[in-house]
């Protein structure tokens, strides 16, 4: 049992270090110049001092090993350091109808919601954009045989922050954007953007 | 040093039942199964809206998915839905194994297993809900293997699983405030306000421009918010603060669900803190007092 008890500890300490190192590591993704400007001097100086816990490459992916196995590997700064005021929802159409998405249970449309976050975040990365929306897509088109071609919209709501609702009131501005088109053989096009509000 | 390290990890005397953490997780995590059934195959399925192609762009050669044994049974005839089907199956036999007490180690393994097999084959519908349902499978196991051993070491073993996740919880908090910290939003009150109009029903956010005129009611939420998850692994171990931190962090979580309608991550971080410090209340039933031939036990010296 001793001997166990020392494994046990052991673990333990492997285990709260690993949590350390991937919860600091996780702020040096607020290191590049774009996201400076959304951190306060001492979220400045958190995500440049970040780079002191980032461990050898073998080291790194032993973490992350361990961690996926165990769930963790993601950190845990939810909504932060800020939150956006931007909220993107993707819209479908064909034929002028919208084609609505065939998820009936709250919990699998905020499956979907955390999956629409992915595709916002990269929504300049073509290769993953056009991958998304193929498959997307394409299980649309099974669903509904009758549609031959389908607009993605994506509706943009900017929300006023709190200061400016004070002097403003809450306004929305709402954008409505033909972002991409896709036909029935899975060819996608980007569509000119069209903007209307 | 050493007794009171070994003291704290292996000497907890009072706990939840394990019985009772071990078959709450069970259910949960069942549960969590059956808030999506309907949509199984959308999310799941071989023509699901996000297809095997695109989950296949974020995860690791080491990382198991359904692909994997749907290409094996696909050698007999097995379709990738009904290998889906199967480990649904098998999932679900498993947790009905831990609750009913039948070879719990073996089937606390399988379902954490079919779980994470299940999230990286999702990967893109995955969130933070998900990783924490396999993070407390994964403790279910070490939680269960105490079964492995002799009657007279498994308190020992139980008090480590407890500790384990009640020092895995302090970290969780602990980043979720020092995040906040870094930004403008949540010194502002204006994070509240964001969440409130970005993730919860129209009815809400109308109701909270109401509120405008007053910010310091969102810079009170927000400061509140990131206190309590920053200190939390002080307050919740502090003899005076932790049944109000404990009751705090249930109403945060309970706020969450409610308001921003993330149900199942509010119930599983709810139940992850009842397991870990449910004992600070009394509810009898559920309480257990271990008693462990170690050392540990026999010293005056408790932590709860």
């Avoid at chain 1, 300049?124 to 071609?149: A, G, M, T, Y």
């Avoid at chain 2, 810079?219 to 502090?238: D, F, M, N, Q, R």
């Avoid at chain 2, 149900?263 to 971080?269: E, K, N, R």
Wanted: glycine content about 6%; proline content about 3%; overall charge positive.
């Amino acid at each position: 049992m001793k001997v166990l008890k020392n494994i046990l500890i052991g673990y333990l300490v492997i285990h709260l270090l690993c949590m350390i190192i991937i919860g600091f590591a996780s702020f040096s993704t607020f290191q590049s110049e774009e996201n400076q400007e959304n951190l306060n001097p001492f979220g400045k100086f958190v995500a440049n001092s970040a780079s002191y816990f980032e461990t050898p490459k073998p080291v790194t992916d032993a973490i992350f090993f361990y961690a996926k196995y165990t769930g963790t590997n993601r950190g845990y700064s939810f909504f932060s350091p800020n939150i956006s005021p931007v909220k993107v929802s993707m819209r479908f159409m064909a034929d002028g109808k919208q084609i609505k998405l065939p998820f009936k249970s709250p919990e699998s449309k905020l499956k979907f919601r955390s999956a629409n976050l992915h595709f916002n975040s990269n929504i300049f990365d073509i290769e993953e954009r056009e991958i998304i929306l193929k498959s997307i897509s394409s299980s649309l088109f099974n669903n509904h045989p009758e549609v031959d071609q389908i607009d993605i919209y994506l509706d943009l709501f900017r929300f006023n922050t709190l200061e400016n609702a004070q002097k403003e009131g809450a306004k929305v501005m709402y954008k409505e954007i033909l972002g991409f088109s896709t036909t029935k053989n899975k060819e996608l096009a980007m569509q000119a953007t069209t903007i209307q509000n | 040093m050493k007794k009171t390290i070994d003291i704290f990890v292996f000497g907890k005397t009072k706990t939840l039942k394990k019985e009772w953490a071990i078959k709450a997780i069970a259910l949960f995590s069942a549960i969590n199964v059956l808030f999506i059934v309907p949509d199984l195959f959308y999310i799941f399925g071989e023509q699901g809206i996000l297809q095997q192609a695109v989950n296949e762009r974020y995860i690791f050669w080491y990382q198991p998915v359904l692909g994997w044994f749907a290409d094996i049974f696909g050698y007999v005839g097995i379709s990738y839905n009904a290998t889906f089907l199967i480990f649904l199956a098998m999932y679900m036999l498993s947790l009905a194994c831990l609750w009913f007490n039948f070879k719990r180690p073996v089937f606390a393994v399988l379902s954490w297993f079919i779980h994470f097999m299940f999230v990286n084959s999702t990967y893109l519908f995955s969130y933070g809900a998900d990783y924490f349902v396999s993070f407390m499978l994964f403790m279910n196991i070490l939680i269960c293997a105490g079964y492995l051993f002799k009657k007279e070491h498994r308190g020992a073993l139980y008090s480590f699983a407890i500790r384990f996740l009640q020092l895995h919880l302090c970290l969780v908090y602990f980043f979720a405030g020092i995040g906040k910290l870094l930004g403008t939003d949540w010194l502002d009150g204006n994070a509240i306000w964001m969440v409130i109009n970005t993730y919860t029903s129209s009815t809400i956010a109308d109701g909270s421009t109401a509120m405008v005129a007053y910010p310091i009611i969102f810079k009170i939420l927000a400061w509140g918010t990131v206190i309590l998850e920053l200190l939390y692994p002080i307050l919740i171990y502090s003899k005076q603060t932790r049944k109000v931190t404990l009751v705090l962090v249930l109403m945060l979580h309970a706020g969450i669900g409610i308001f921003m309608q993330f149900y199942i991550f509010a119930v599983l971080m709810m139940l992850l803190n009842i397991i870990a410090f449910g004992h600070y209340f009394k509810w009898k039933p559920s309480l257990q007092e271990e008693t462990t031939k170690s050392k540990a036990s026999s010293t005056k010296i408790v932590y709860s």
